[in-house]
C-alpha cells in the first residue's frame, strides 16, 4: 500500500454509502456516534443541540459520501471536521440571534423567560467559544492524524497519567524513545494553540523533555 493511501476500511466505507447501503450508514453511526455528539456536546454544551448536529451530521455523509476525499485524510477525521463545522454554525446563529434579540434558533426572543439558556451568554461569550472549541478541535483532530506511536505515547500519558518510565515499560521501547514519542507529540499538539490537557503536566514530566 502507498505510504499516503486511506485505509482499507475509510475506502469501502464510501463506496458501499455511495452505493446506498443502509447498513453501512449504520457501522458508520456506530463508529463514530459517540465521537460526533461529544464533540458537539463540548461544543455548544447542550444535549439537544448535540443531539440535533448528530442527526446532521450523519444525514449529510449518507446524502454526499462523495464529499469525502480520502487523499484528504481519514473518515474519522472528515467526521469530526463536518461535526466541527455544524456546531460553529450553530453557535454562530445562536450570536447573530442574540444581536437581533432572539434566541437564535426559532425566532423567539430569549428575555420573555421561555429560553433560560442562551439569553445568559452574550455575543462576545459565544464568540469565545467558538474560538475555543475550534482550538479544542484542532486538537482532536491533531490526535487522530498523528502516527500510533505518538498518539499511544499522548493517551498514556496525559489519558492513564502515566510517567515517562511507565510509558516506556508500557510501549515495550526505551525511555529515551518514549521521551521522543511525547516531544514529538507535544510539538504538533501545540500548533492548535491549546494544551493536550487543561492544568498540569502529567505526572514525572515537570523537567524539560
Known amino acids: 500500500m502507498a505510504r499516503n493511501a486511506p485505509p482499507r476500511w475509510d475506502r469501502k466505507m464510501q463506496q458501499r454509502l455511495a452505493r446506498g447501503e443502509a447498513a453501512a450508514l449504520g457501522e458508520l453511526y456506530d463508529r463514530f456516534a459517540s465521537l460526533v455528539h461529544s464533540q458537539a456536546h463540548r461544543m455548544l454544551d447542550d444535549e439537544t443541540a448535540a443531539d440535533l448536529v448528530t442527526r446532521e451530521v450523519f444525514g449529510y455523509v449518507w446524502e454526499n459520501p ?37 434566541d437564535g434558533t426559532d425566532g423567539t426572543d430569549g428575555t420573555d423567560g421561555t429560553d433560560g439558556g442562551s439569553a445568559a451568554a452574550s455575543p462576545a461569550d459565544l464568540e469565545e467559544r467558538v474560538r475555543r472549541a475550534t482550538a479544542a478541535a484542532r486538537a482532536d483532530y491533531i490526535v487522530a492524524s498523528m502516527p500510533a506511536p505518538l498518539r499511544a505515547a499522548l493517551e498514556l500519558a496525559y489519558v492513564q497519567r502515566r510517567d515517562y518510565r511507565q510509558t516506556a515499560a508500557d510501549l515495550g521501547v526505551t525511555e529515551d524513545e518514549a521521551r521522543r514519542r511525547l516531544r514529538l507529540g ?7 494553540h491549546t494544551r493536550p490537557l487543561e492544568g498540569s503536566s502529567p505526572p514525572g514530566y515537570g523537567r524539560p523533555l
Not at 472528515?78 to 460553529?88: D, E, F, G, K, N
Open 66 to 102: 462523495d464529499a469525502y476525499d480520502p487523499k484528504q485524510g481519514s473518515m474519522r477525521s472528515w467526521v469530526a471536521r463536518l461535526t466541527h463545522r455544524q456546531s460553529v454554525r450553530r453557535l454562530r446563529e445562536e450570536a447573530d440571534g442574540l444581536r437581533n434579540g432572539t
Open 186 to 192: 507535544l510539538q504538533l499538539l501545540s500548533t492548535a
